[in-house]
């Protein structure tokens, strides 16, 4: 009877951990991973991907890896500069020694 006692109990905290690994729970908000950005819908509690995101500093861009866009991108047939920070450059603006608008 002991055996199978120690048996379900290891059985059940296995299958807990495993279940566990398949729920990922994100706070609502910026997040980091793996040194890059992404940002957690606070509707769905999910990673958002291909989306812009608004903030009172601007926009920034969520790319289909679910991570911040930096540097050039094109999106929808239009090209847009993000700093660093991922924030999008507006008006004009000398990148690399070249000016944009």
């Known amino acids: 009877m002991k ?3 120690k048996f379900g109990i290891k059985a059940l ?3 807990l951990c495993v279940a566990s690994l ?3 729970a994100f706070a ?4 980091q991973q ?7 819908d606070p509707k769905t509690n999910q990673k958002v991907s291909g989306k812009w995101i608004h903030t009172s500093s601007g926009y920034y861009y969520i790319g ?5 866009v930096t540097g050039w991108k094109k999106i929808n047939n239009a090209w847009h500069y993000f700093r660093p920070s991922g924030l999008m450059v507006t008006g004009w603006r000398e990148i690399d020694k070249q000016w944009y608008y």
């Open 3 to 5: 055996l199978g006692k």
């Open 13 to 15: 905290a296995l299958g």
């Open 22 to 24: 398949s729920l990922t």
């Open 28 to 31: 609502a908000g910026w997040g």
């Open 34 to 40: 793996d040194g890059k950005y992404y940002f957690v």
């Open 64 to 68: 289909a890896d679910t991570y911040m």
